[in-house]
């Protein structure tokens, strides 16, 4: 079985440009997480999306915006980029949004720079 | 809040030897632990996880992490290191009390594991 798809892998962006970035969680999953990882740093929780409801959404400015579709594939959005942006965004998803007992799977990141 | 720390940033271990990597967490009630393991370039891959029962966990690649309550700790270990062990190692907590707030992941800073021949 495929695991969690993200595209695209690599991204060049401007500063002030808006990014999106997308996510097919694993057959079944309903639930999509994403995560930010500077480099040399753990990942940091932007949003958790479960039925197409944002669930969970971690301490990042209104640039970032996330959506989950019907098929619970997902999109995240970044606005009037920063530099400190720079960033891998992981995704990652799970059976279900009910509680921590749901093991997260991640796909291999989008690896954005700004210029 | 919640939060986990991985006190070593870097450990270099000579193949064939054991390793251990250290996690504390700090959370109210029983946690949700997971140990997830990055290799350069890709996403993290779940090694292993500790939901209740027995503390003393196996996970995938000869990996081990025992739970200790009295020391809020999640240490992983390996009785004998491969090369292709060298990667970067993630602490993670989840939150177990709020069902409606999801699974939300806090990561430590991660352990950098180099390998030498």
């Known amino acids: 079985d495929a695991g969690v798809t993200q595209s695209p892998t690599h991204l060049i962006k401007t500063r002030g440009q808006q990014v999106t970035l997308r996510c097919s969680p694993i057959s079944g999953h309903k639930s999509v997480s994403w995560y930010q990882q500077v480099l040399g740093q753990g990942p940091q929780f932007i949003f958790q999306?479960?039925?197409?409801?944002?669930?969970g959404r971690g301490n990042f400015p209104d640039r970032f915006s996330a959506r989950q579709f019907p098929n619970y594939s997902s999109e995240l959005n970044v606005n009037a980029l920063l530099l400190g942006d720079s960033a891998l965004y992981l995704c990652?998803?799970?059976?279900?949004?009910?509680?921590?007992?749901?093991?997260?799977?991640f796909g291999d990141g989008t690896r954005l720079s700004i210029l | 809040a919640q939060s986990v720390t991985q006190p070593d940033i870097h450990i270099t271990v000579s193949e064939g030897a054991s390793l251990e990597l250290r996690c504390n967490y700090s959370?109210?009630?029983?946690?949700?632990l997971f140990w997830y393991v990055q290799s350069p370039g890709q996403g993290l891959q779940l090694l292993l996880k500790y939901f209740s029962g027995d503390t003393l966990v196996q996970g995938i690649k000869g990996f081990e992490a025992e739970f200790k309550r009295s020391q809020s700790s999640f240490n992983l270990r390996k009785p004998s290191v491969h090369w292709s062990d060298a990667a970067e190692y993630f602490c993670?907590?989840?939150?177990?009390?709020?069902?409606?707030?999801?699974?939300?992941?806090?990561f430590g800073g991660g352990t950098r594991v180099l390998v030498k021949p």
């Open positions: 990652a998803s799970s059976l279900g949004g009910t509680g921590g007992d749901q093991p997260q799977h």
């Open positions: 999306y479960y039925e197409k409801e944002e669930r």
């Open positions: 959370y109210g009630a029983t946690p949700y």
């Open positions: 993670a907590v989840a939150q177990t009390w709020i069902k409606a707030a999801g699974n939300k992941l806090t």
